[in-house]
C-alpha cells in the first residue's frame, strides 16, 4: 500500500467532501457536472455557453484562461482578460468558474477570479505549484499526469494536503497508451481504485480521455456508473470553430442532452443529477 497519508481513506480525520460553492459539494449523493470551452476565446463565446448550461443541471463552468499548448506556437489564451471574461460571466449568471493555474506566479491572479484551481496534466509533479497550491484556500482540481500511476497521483495531491489545504478533488482525464484512435485511454479501473484508496472526490473528464466528441457521452454514463462524482466535458457554442480541442468538443444543445441523460445512471448507482439552480439575470 502507499505511504500517503492524508489522502487515504484510512487517515483518521479523511474528509470525503470538497465544496466547489456552497451548496455544490464534490463528493456528496449528488453528481457535480462541469462544462464550458477548452479555452476562453471571448466575452461573446462565454456568454453564450452559461446562458445555455445555466440552464441545464450544471454546476461549474470550465474554460482556459492560461493554456499548457503542445506547440508553443500554438494561441497560448488570453491570460488576465480570460480572467476577467470568467469572472463577469460568473456575476451574470452566478456560475462558479473551474480555471487552470500552470506555475506559481499565475496563483495570486487565477485565484482572485476562479473558483476552483485546474492543475493539468502537465503539471501534476509539478512540485513547486502542488506545494503553492496547499496554502491556498480554493479547492484543487487536479488531474492525472499523462502517463503517471496512481501512486503518483495520490502522492500529487498529498503534496497539496500535507501543506494545509484540504480541498482537492482527483479527475482521471485518460492516459497515453499505444493505441492512436483515442486521445487518451479513460482509465476507469482507476476511478474505482481512486474512489476505494483516497478520501478525496474523484472526477472524469471523458474530453480529453477520448478526444472524439462521439465518444463522450457514453464514456460519460460509464464514468458515473463506475462510481465517479462527477464530470468535466467540454462543449463550445460552434465546435468546429473552436481555438483548442475542436474534435472532442460538444455542442451545448449535444452538452445539456448529455447531461439529462445521465439521471437513469446516477438513479442505478444511488446518486442524483441535481436540478438546475435557480438564476436572476
Ligand atoms: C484542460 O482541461 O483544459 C486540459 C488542458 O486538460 P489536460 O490537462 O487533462 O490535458
Ligand atoms: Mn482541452
Request: aromatic share 6%.
Given at each position: 500500500m502507499f505511504n500517503a497519508k492524508l489522502a487515504l481513506k484510512s487517515y483518521p480525520e479523511a474528509i470525503n467532501t470538497v465544496s466547489l460553492t456552497d451548496p455544490v459539494t464534490f463528493g456528496g449523493q449528488e453528481i457535480v457536472i462541469i462544462g464550458g470551452?477548452?479555452?476562453?476565446?471571448?466575452l461573446e463565446q462565454m456568454d453564450t455557453v452559461a446562458s445555455q448550461l445555466r440552464?441545464?443541471?450544471?454546476q461549474g463552468l470550465r474554460g482556459g484562461a492560461f493554456k499548457p499548448r503542445t506547440?508553443?506556437?500554438?494561441f497560448q489564451g488570453l491570460g488576465l482578460e480570460g480572467l476577467k471574461i470568467l469572472f463577469e460571466i460568473k456575476q451574470r449568471y452566478q456560475i462558479p468558474i473551474v480555471t487552470e493555474v500552470m506555475s506559481t506566479d499565475q496563483i495570486e491572479l487565477v485565484a482572485t477570479y476562479g473558483d476552483m484551481l485546474q492543475v493539468g496534466s502537465r503539471n501534476m509533479q509539478n512540485f513547486e505549484l502542488l506545494k503553492a497550491l496547499g496554502k491556498v484556500n480554493k479547492p484543487i482540481l487536479l488531474k492525472r499526469g499523462l502517463a503517471a500511476t496512481l501512486e503518483e497521483f495520490i502522492f500529487a495531491a498529498e503534496y497539496i494536503l500535507s501543506e494545509?489545504?484540504?480541498q482537492v478533488v482527483l479527475c482521471e482525464r485518460g492516459i497515453r497508451s499505444f493505441?492512436?484512435?483515442?486521445?487518451?485511454?479513460?482509465?476507469l479501473g482507476a476511478v474505482v481504485a481512486l474512489k476505494q484508496l483516497t478520501c478525496l472526490p474523484v472526477i472524469v473528464d471523458p474530453s480529453h480521455a477520448a478526444g472524439?466528441?462521439?465518444?463522450?457521452e457514453p464514456l460519460a454514463k460509464a464514468a458515473i456508473a463506475a462510481g465517479a462524482d462527477g464530470l468535466m466535458i467540454e462543449c463550445h457554442p460552434h465546435p468546429e470553430k473552436s481555438v483548442s480541442d475542436a474534435q472532442q468538443a460538444l455542442s451545448l444543445e449535444e452538452m445539456v442532452n448529455l447531461v439529462y441523460s445521465l439521471e437513469p445512471i446516477a438513479r442505478a448507482v444511488g446518486r442524483s443529477i441535481p436540478q438546475p439552480m435557480p438564476v436572476s439575470v
Amino acid at each position: 500500500m502507499f505511504n500517503a497519508k492524508l489522502a487515504l481513506k484510512s487517515y483518521p480525520e479523511a474528509i470525503n467532501t470538497v465544496s466547489l460553492t456552497d451548496p455544490v459539494t464534490f463528493g456528496g449523493q449528488e453528481i457535480v457536472i462541469i462544462g464550458g470551452p477548452c479555452t476562453v476565446e471571448s466575452l461573446e463565446q462565454m456568454d453564450t455557453v452559461a446562458s445555455q448550461l445555466r440552464n441545464a443541471p450544471v454546476q461549474g463552468l470550465r474554460g482556459g484562461a492560461f493554456k499548457p499548448r503542445t506547440s508553443p506556437y500554438s494561441f497560448q489564451g488570453l491570460g488576465l482578460e480570460g480572467l476577467k471574461i470568467l469572472f463577469e460571466i460568473k456575476q451574470r449568471y452566478q456560475i462558479p468558474i473551474v480555471t487552470e493555474v500552470m506555475s506559481t506566479d499565475q496563483i495570486e491572479l487565477v485565484a482572485t477570479y476562479g473558483d476552483m484551481l485546474q492543475v493539468g496534466s502537465r503539471n501534476m509533479q509539478n512540485f513547486e505549484l502542488l506545494k503553492a497550491l496547499g496554502k491556498v484556500n480554493k479547492p484543487i482540481l487536479l488531474k492525472r499526469g499523462l502517463a503517471a500511476t496512481l501512486e503518483e497521483f495520490i502522492f500529487a495531491a498529498e503534496y497539496i494536503l500535507s501543506e494545509g489545504n484540504s480541498q482537492v478533488v482527483l479527475c482521471e482525464r485518460g492516459i497515453r497508451s499505444f493505441d492512436s484512435y483515442t486521445r487518451n485511454v479513460l482509465d476507469l479501473g482507476a476511478v474505482v481504485a481512486l474512489k476505494q484508496l483516497t478520501c478525496l472526490p474523484v472526477i472524469v473528464d471523458p474530453s480529453h480521455a477520448a478526444g472524439r466528441r462521439e465518444l463522450i457521452e457514453p464514456l460519460a454514463k460509464a464514468a458515473i456508473a463506475a462510481g465517479a462524482d462527477g464530470l468535466m466535458i467540454e462543449c463550445h457554442p460552434h465546435p468546429e470553430k473552436s481555438v483548442s480541442d475542436a474534435q472532442q468538443a460538444l455542442s451545448l444543445e449535444e452538452m445539456v442532452n448529455l447531461v439529462y441523460s445521465l439521471e437513469p445512471i446516477a438513479r442505478a448507482v444511488g446518486r442524483s443529477i441535481p436540478q438546475p439552480m435557480p438564476v436572476s439575470v
